[in-house]
Nanobody
Framework: QVQLVESGGGLVQAGGSLRLSCAAS????????MGWFRQAPGKEREFVAV????????EYVEAVRGRFTISRDNAKNTLDLQMNGLKPDDTAVYYC??????????????????WGQGTQVSVSS
């Protein structure tokens, strides 16, 4: 049974930092590109960041580039998202997800077949 469990969300003031973690089990983690997505109230779930299987390729949505850093530890089956300089617009539920394709990284939600339950990030102004 595949499980992706996010943690690390919370309430923070604008300009603050949070570090999200995702613990993976039941899949060969090192074979999966991994992504972070977020969903704000009333909006569609959107891509945030992705990291390749070996961790050598990363991509970010323009809105977070330079503030967020995605990383992974294949020995521990964990995925992280370091979020600095948080803004109220970053308020959302954040999800980690596993890409099913043995291919290059992607921002396309349909390429992700396993999702965590999400962790709430709230940024006050």
């Amino acid at each position: 049974q595949v499980q992706l469990v996010e943690s690390g969300g919370g309430l923070v003031q604008a300009g603050g930092s949070l570090r999200l973690s995702c613990a993976a089990s039941g899949l060969t983690f090192s074979n999966r590109n991994m992504g972070w997505f977020r969903q704000a109230p009333g909006k569609e779930r959107e891509f945030v960041a992705v990291i390749s299987r070996r961790g050598d390729i990363t991509e970010y949505v323009e809105a977070v580039r330079g503030r967020f850093t995605i990383s992974r530890d294949n020995a521990k089956n964990t995925l992280d998202l370091q979020m600095n300089g948080l803004k109220p617009d970053d308020t959302a539920v954040y999800y980690c997800a596993a890409d099913w394709a043995m291919a290059g990284v992607t921002r396309v939600k349909a390429r992700y077949d396993y999702w965590g339950q999400g962790t709430q990030v709230s940024v006050s102004s």
